[in-house]
Protein backbone atom coordinates (compact mmCIF):
# COMPACT_ATOMS: atom_id res chain seq x y z
CA UNK A 1 0.00 0.00 0.00
CA UNK A 2 0.87 3.37 -0.45
CA UNK A 3 0.30 6.69 1.26
CA UNK A 4 0.07 10.18 -0.65
CA UNK A 5 -0.62 13.72 1.10
CA UNK A 6 -1.47 17.01 -1.27
CA UNK A 7 -1.51 20.37 0.52
CA UNK A 8 -4.90 21.47 0.53
CA UNK A 9 -4.22 24.23 2.73
CA UNK A 10 -1.46 25.52 5.28
CA UNK A 11 -1.07 22.76 7.43
CA UNK A 12 -4.15 20.75 6.28
CA UNK A 13 -3.76 17.59 4.25
CA UNK A 14 -5.89 15.27 1.86
CA UNK A 15 -5.17 11.01 2.26
CA UNK A 16 -5.15 9.62 -0.91
CA UNK A 17 -6.78 6.44 -1.34
CA UNK A 18 -4.76 3.17 -0.24
CA UNK A 19 -4.05 1.02 -3.21
CA UNK A 20 -3.32 -2.87 -2.30
CA UNK A 21 0.42 -3.64 -4.28
CA UNK A 22 0.40 -7.31 -3.45
CA UNK A 23 -1.36 -9.87 -1.51
CA UNK A 24 0.83 -13.05 -0.34
CA UNK A 25 -1.03 -16.59 0.18
CA UNK A 26 -0.04 -19.52 1.33
CA UNK A 27 -0.83 -23.48 1.63
CA UNK A 28 -0.22 -26.25 2.86
CA UNK A 29 -0.80 -29.97 2.32
CA UNK A 30 0.39 -32.97 4.21
CA UNK A 31 1.67 -35.46 2.47
CA UNK A 32 -0.15 -39.30 3.32
CA UNK A 33 2.91 -41.08 2.60
CA UNK A 34 6.28 -38.67 2.88
CA UNK A 35 8.91 -38.78 0.00
CA UNK A 36 11.39 -40.44 1.40
CA UNK A 37 14.64 -40.24 -1.37
CA UNK A 38 15.55 -37.75 -4.06
CA UNK A 39 15.33 -40.97 -6.37
CA UNK A 40 11.60 -41.04 -5.50
CA UNK A 41 11.26 -37.32 -5.66
CA UNK A 42 12.73 -37.27 -8.92
CA UNK A 43 10.94 -40.35 -10.54
CA UNK A 44 7.23 -38.07 -9.22
CA UNK A 45 8.97 -34.78 -11.19
CA UNK A 46 9.46 -37.09 -14.25
CA UNK A 47 5.84 -38.61 -13.72
CA UNK A 48 4.20 -35.21 -14.05
CA UNK A 49 6.50 -34.50 -17.15
CA UNK A 50 5.68 -37.47 -18.72
CA UNK A 51 1.62 -37.76 -17.93
CA UNK A 52 0.61 -34.43 -17.77
CA UNK A 53 -2.17 -35.12 -14.00
CA UNK A 54 -3.43 -31.56 -13.92
CA UNK A 55 -4.26 -31.90 -18.16
CA UNK A 56 -2.22 -28.28 -18.99
CA UNK A 57 -2.64 -27.44 -22.85
CA UNK A 58 0.25 -26.84 -24.99
CA UNK A 59 0.61 -23.62 -27.10
CA UNK A 60 2.72 -22.07 -29.95
CA UNK A 61 6.09 -19.99 -29.46
CA UNK A 62 8.42 -18.92 -32.53
CA UNK A 63 6.38 -21.12 -34.63
CA UNK A 64 7.25 -24.37 -32.09
CA UNK A 65 4.57 -26.63 -30.17
CA UNK A 66 5.53 -26.14 -26.55
CA UNK A 67 4.61 -28.63 -24.64
CA UNK A 68 1.54 -27.79 -21.32
CA UNK A 69 4.20 -29.26 -18.61
CA UNK A 70 7.73 -28.62 -19.63
CA UNK A 71 10.98 -28.41 -16.92
CA UNK A 72 12.14 -24.91 -17.15
CA UNK A 73 14.03 -23.38 -14.29
CA UNK A 74 14.67 -25.93 -12.01
CA UNK A 75 15.38 -25.34 -8.11
CA UNK A 76 13.65 -27.20 -4.71
CA UNK A 77 12.32 -25.63 -1.95
CA UNK A 78 12.55 -28.01 1.47
CA UNK A 79 10.99 -27.27 4.82
CA UNK A 80 11.98 -29.72 7.91
CA UNK A 81 8.91 -29.39 10.73
CA UNK A 82 11.01 -30.36 14.20
CA UNK A 83 7.66 -32.00 16.83
CA UNK A 84 7.53 -32.96 20.18
CA UNK A 85 6.06 -35.53 21.79
CA UNK A 86 2.57 -33.77 21.98
CA UNK A 87 2.84 -33.28 17.92
CA UNK A 88 3.79 -29.67 18.79
CA UNK A 89 5.89 -27.76 16.63
CA UNK A 90 9.42 -26.87 18.18
CA UNK A 91 11.44 -25.72 15.75
CA UNK A 92 11.54 -25.49 11.61
CA UNK A 93 14.22 -25.33 8.98
CA UNK A 94 13.97 -24.20 5.10
CA UNK A 95 16.53 -24.42 2.60
CA UNK A 96 16.50 -23.80 -1.32
CA UNK A 97 18.48 -25.63 -3.62
CA UNK A 98 18.96 -25.82 -7.30
CA UNK A 99 18.87 -29.46 -9.05
CA UNK A 100 23.00 -29.39 -9.32
CA UNK A 101 23.42 -28.89 -5.71
CA UNK A 102 21.16 -32.30 -5.06
CA UNK A 103 23.11 -35.12 -4.55
CA UNK A 104 21.77 -38.65 -4.56
Known amino acids: MFLSATTKAA ?16 AERKLTTPIDTVAHFLALVQD ?12 ESGGKTIAGVVRGKEYYTGK ?7 AKTVGQISDVTDLFSVHY
Open 11 to 26: GEYRISDFVSKSITKS
Open 48 to 59: ILNNNPWGCTSY
Open 80 to 86: VVYENSE
